[in-house]
C-alpha cells in the first residue's frame, strides 16, 4: 500500500543516512499516516490521513 496521505497527498520525502565516516546509504522518511473515520459527504469511511490533515481540521469525524 502506497505510503501517501489521502487528502493532502504527502508522500515519501528521500535523503541519505550519513554515518561517521561520511559513508552515504540511502533512507527514506514517510509521514505519520493514520488510519481514521471521516465522514466523506454522509457516509463515514475509513481513510488513511497524515497527521498534519487531522491536527488542522482537514477531516470531519463522524460522532
Known amino acids: 500500500m502506497a505510503q501517501r496521505c489521502e487528502i493532502c497527498g504527502k508522500g515519501p520525502m528521500y ?19 493514520q488510519r481514521v ?3 466523506d459527504g454522509k457516509t463515514p469511511r475509513r481513510m488513511r490521513v497524515c497527521t498534519s ?9 463522524p460522532a
Open 53 to 61: 490533515c487531522i491536527r488542522n481540521g482537514k477531516i470531519v469525524k
Open 37 to 39: 473515520r471521516v465522514l
Open 15 to 33: 535523503g541519505h543516512r550519513i554515518s561517521h565516516a561520511h559513508n552515504l546509504t540511502n533512507r527514506r522518511w514517510n509521514p505519520n499516516l
